[in-house]
């Protein structure tokens, strides 16, 4: 089949998405970018569990297992077979190399089969088209607050593929400080929703941690605010941990927020928007809110399983892309560094 950049797919046409860049093993079929006629998504969480976060050579190994009967799985619930897929796309980075490698190798292995392009898909792309997937009428410019497990990013979105990144993180991530903070409080892995329900029983004013960086520039910094989480739990032992993990939440999210209202008045946003599994996070979605609705701002809050990893926004920046770019080499690895820009 002789493929040109910058294909034309119509409306109509389902993309097998492949995401395993971490520890979702995840298979969707979205047709156009809008509909989404399957998302199947494999946790690991029970097998990274018992090592407090995710250990990389199992994740590989896991993925390898689980990834054909989960692409089986999503095209049988999306009630499609392999002449009716248009293109594939699967995530090639930022993530674990060996995890990126099952996916990227096994999507350019059924392209070939099938007879359809291979799309090679920017992980941090996919959680932006999360947004765009669920409302494709999104008003631009946007600014978005991708807050994940590896990545805090502010970016300006001006249309699809078209972005800047006004301010990131400067140490960990809000995800990482998240799962950090969850397993110093013994609350287990993954952090961020263990906190997150902890902290609808605590009072969130009870400890003043620091707002790191509140009104400095664009840039976050939440290793800070970690530290001084152990350092007060270890002064004070018998403190509520219910309290210290609302108190924590409450100092990222007034950050988070706080800077996303600034970026938006500063590029003249007609909206914000939250993406990364950080998002889910209800005070957070919550608190973004309130602000858009002080500020007259449009708030765009995609489902939860959409802000978490999933491979349905990675089939819609696969067409995107497929629109835009035209299909992958068939060289394409993985790029465990990759950047949004
Ligand atoms: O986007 P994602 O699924 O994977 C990455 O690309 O990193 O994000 C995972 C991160 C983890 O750090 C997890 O603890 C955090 O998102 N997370 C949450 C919540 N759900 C997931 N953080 C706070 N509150 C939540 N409800
Ligand atoms: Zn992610």
């Known amino acids: 089949m002789v493929v040109e950049p910058g294909i034309e797919l119509s409306a109509a046409a389902p993309v097998l998405g492949i995401e395993t860049s971490c520890d979702e093993t995840a298979a969707a079929v979205v047709a156009g970018a809008r509909t989404v006629m399957s998302s199947v998504v494999s946790s690991q969480i029970d097998l990274h569990a018992r090592y407090g976060g995710v250990v990389p050579e199992i994740a590989s190994r896991a993925h390898l297992e689980l990834l054909v009967p989960v692409v089986a799985e999503a095209m049988l619930e999306a009630r499609v077979e392999s002449r009716d897929i248009a293109a594939i796309g699967a995530t090639y980075g930022p993530g674990l190399i060996g995890s990126l490698l099952i996916g990227v190798s096994s999507a350019k292995a059924l392209a070939l089969a ?35 497990g590896g990545h805090t990013m ?9 972005y800047e990144v006004i301010g990131a993180t400067l140490d960990d991530a809000a995800g990482e400080a998240f799962d950090k903070v969850a397993r110093f409080l013994g609350l287990g892995y993954p952090g961020g929703p263990a906190i997150d329900a902890l902290a609808m029983t605590g009072d969130p004013t009870a400890v003043a941690f620091p707002r790191p960086m509140l009104d400095q520039g664009w840039d976050f910094s939440f290793s800070g605010l970690k530290t001084a989480v152990v350092n007060h739990v270890r002064r004070h032992p018998e403190v509520d941990t219910a309290d210290v993990a609302a ?11 706080s800077k996303a209202r600034r970026a938006a008045h500063e590029v003249g946003a007609k909206g914000l928007c939250l ?58 690895g993985a790029l465990p560094n990759l950047r949004l820009v």
């Open 114 to 148: 099938w007879g359809v392009p291979f799309v090679a898909v920017n992980h941090l792309e996919a959680h932006l088209y999360a947004a765009l997937l669920e409302e494709p009428d999104l008003p631009m410019p946007l600014v978005v607050l991708l807050v994940s």
């Open 154 to 162: 502010l970016i300006r979105m001006n249309g699809p593929g078209d």
């Open 247 to 257: 108190s924590f939440q409450q100092a990222v999210c007034d950050v988070l927020v």
């Open 275 to 332: 993406a990364g599994g950080v998002a889910a996070n209800t005070q957070l979605r919550e608190a973004v809110l309130d602000v858009c609705v002080a500020d007259g701002l449009r708030a765009f809050l995609p489902t939860r399983s959409m802000c978490t990893d999933n491979a349905a926004m990675v089939a819609a920046a696969a067409y995107h892309r497929l629109r835009s770019d035209g299909p992958s080499a068939a060289d394409t």
